[in-house]
Nanobody
Framework: QLLLVESGGGLVQPGGSLRLSCAAS????????IGWFRQAPGKEREAVSC????????NYADSVKGRFTISRDNAKNTVYLQMNSLKPEDTAVYYC?????????WGQGTQVTVSS
């Protein structure tokens, strides 16, 4: 059973940066695509970014293009989301999801708050 744990969230001022981590245990992430999602209060969960199992393909929501970067280190069984130029509207709980062959596993989420 794959277990995902997000970390790196916190309170940051507008324009600041955070790096989120999604660490896996119980299985290797080598064969999983990984997505980052976020959910703000009163809103539906939305996709932020995803990366293929090899890391060769990435995608971003229009709202974060040019500011966020997804990457993975399969040797560390970890996926990252570097978030720069953060805006108040980026405030949300951020979740990672691993998916492969019809299976999906979610982490518990990490809170990101962008406020002055």
């Amino acid at each position: 059973q794959l277990l995902l744990v997000e970390s790196g969230g916190g309170l940051v001022q507008p324009g600041g940066s955070l790096r989120l981590s999604c660490a896996a245990s119980g299985d290797t992430l080598d064969y999983y695509g990984i997505g980052w999602f976020r959910q703000a209060p009163g809103k539906e969960r939305e996709a932020v970014s995803c990366i293929s199992s090899s890391g060769g393909s990435t995608n971003y929501a229009d709202s974060v293009k040019g500011r966020f970067t997804i990457s993975r280190d399969n040797a560390k069984n970890t996926v990252y989301l570097q978030m720069n130029s953060l805006k108040p509207e980026d405030t949300a709980v951020y979740y990672c999801k691993a998916y492969a062959a019809g299976r999906g596993y979610w982490g518990q989420g990490t809170q990101v708050t962008v406020s002055s």
